[in-house]
């Protein structure tokens, strides 16, 4: 099977199922950073959109300094790996639970699992998040 690489798909950077049938996407995160409705700012590099993923996505993101992210659950599992930083992580269906996170630590959060992160330092947390769904949000 003959391979290629893609950097940077051209135009909206849309790729179909079919054109990546037998390829290896390679998309960089350099001006596709956007502020994420929980609060976060992420770089989407891996997605249905991007690279023609049916069900993972990819990001590299921050969660700002002293910021609090709205309180939120996915119908899909999500892991993280921080790469810089730590955060505190309300969890469960009142919040009231928490677990803290700093850099080298994976968190894994399961489907439908309320949570929200809140960073209470004053530097940014920056992370890498993979998600069991080919969508960007």
């Avoid at 991007?50 to 609090?68: D, F, N, W």
């Avoid at 930083?85 to 994976?106: I, M, N, Q, Y």
Wanted: net charge neutral; charged share 20%; glycine share 8%.
């Amino acid at each position: 099977m003959k391979t290629r690489t893609i950097t940077n798909p051209p135009g909206d950077g849309s790729v179909t199922p079919s054109q990546n049938e037998s390829k290896i996407i390679v998309t960089k995160t350099a001006g596709r950073f956007k502020e994420c409705s929980h609060g976060f700012v992420r770089g989407w590099a891996v997605s249905g959109k991007l690279s023609g993923a049916t069900a993972i996505s990819m990001a590299y993101g921050h969660l700002p300094p002293r910021l609090v992210a709205s309180p939120h659950a996915h119908e899909f599992e999500t892991a993280i790996y921080i790469l810089s930083g730590r955060v505190r992580v309300f969890f469960g269906d009142d919040l009231r639970t928490f677990v803290d996170v700093e850099a080298d630590d994976f968190l894994f959060i399961p489907a439908n699992l309320m949570h929200g992160p809140v960073n209470m330092s004053d530097q940014p947390m920056v992370y890498i998040v993979a998600r069991a769904a080919a969508i960007e949000d």
